[in-house]
Structure formats: C-alpha cells, structure tokens
C-alpha cells in the first residue's frame, strides 16, 4: 500500500481534472468567505482566512491548468491512491455532522479510522491515541481559547 517511487505518472486529463477540481474549491472558498464576511486589511473578519485560501487555491488552479499537459511530478491514481480518497471523504462525514452532534463523537471516529484503518496502527495504540487526541483538542480549543465549536459537554 505504499506509494512506489515507480508510480505511472499522470495523463493530461487527470492534470486537466485536478487544475478543474483545485480551482472550482478555490471559487467555492472565496464565495463562502464573502458571506462570512470578508473584513479589511486593517479589520479583517470571520471570513480573511478563507478569502485568502481561496485565492491561493484559485491561484494555484491556474498554475496547474497551464502546466497540466506537462508530465512531470503527478502521479497516476492507482489503487495505491484509496487512503487519500477515504480521508476526503471521512473528512466530509466529519464536517457534515459536527454542526448536529457536537465534535467529540466525529472527532474520536475519525481518529479511529484514520489510525486503525488507514495507519493500519494496532487497536491498542488506537484505543490510547484517539481518547487522547480528542481530549487534547477540547482542552485546546474548548477550555483553553474558548473556540466556539459544536461540543457535547
């Protein structure tokens, strides 16, 4: 399952996909932002961060358009790929539910997936590290600079 240093490289229609893919997140950011709230330089609000991502993010499609037909760097997606797919997509789970069920529940599944399935760590390291982790991150954010996300205690 790990990434050989032979891996095909890409063709120009998965370049072509990804400058695609990379610039549509980089527009959907920027108007997410702009509902946010943009701010100014001088008093910037909720949404400077994501403005400025996804700038960056369309900045980069850009790069990536121009250069998609070059076949340097990227690398064909193989079976070998799955683990990036799944942390996309249990990433999206975790984003869609954390509004409803507060963060602690999401966080420690996705821990344990990530650890046990992807990490392919032992369950006695993913049983110590998840609680752990999630526990590190509601002290961080919760207690500590009293973030407010969505939390169950």
Not at 24 to 34: H, K, N, P
Not at 127 to 132: E, K, R, S
């Given at each position: ?66 250069r998609?037909?070059?076949p ?54 993913t ?6 982790a ?20």
């Open positions: 399952m790990d990434d050989a240093p032979g891996a095909p490289p890409a063709g120009p229609l998965t370049g072509l996909a990804l400058a695609v893919g990379v610039t549509a997140l980089g527009v959907a950011t920027v108007i997410g932002s702009l509902a946010l709230g943009a701010g100014t330089p001088a008093r910037p609000d909720s949404g400077t961060w994501p403005l400025l991502v996804g700038l960056a993010l369309c900045a980069l499609g850009a790069v990536l358009a121009v998609f037909r070059r340097d760097g990227a690398e064909a997606f193989t079976r070998a790929s799955w683990p990036v797919a799944a942390g996309l997509a249990t990433t999206a789970g975790f984003v869609s539910v954390i509004g409803t069920i507060g963060f602690e529940v999401p966080s420690f599944a996705l821990m344990v997936f990530w650890l046990r399935v992807l990490g392919r760590e032992s369950w006695r390291s049983l110590l590290v998840a609680p752990a999630v526990a590190a991150l509601y002290l961080v954010f919760v207690a500590a600079l009293a973030v407010p996300i969505p939390h169950l205690l």
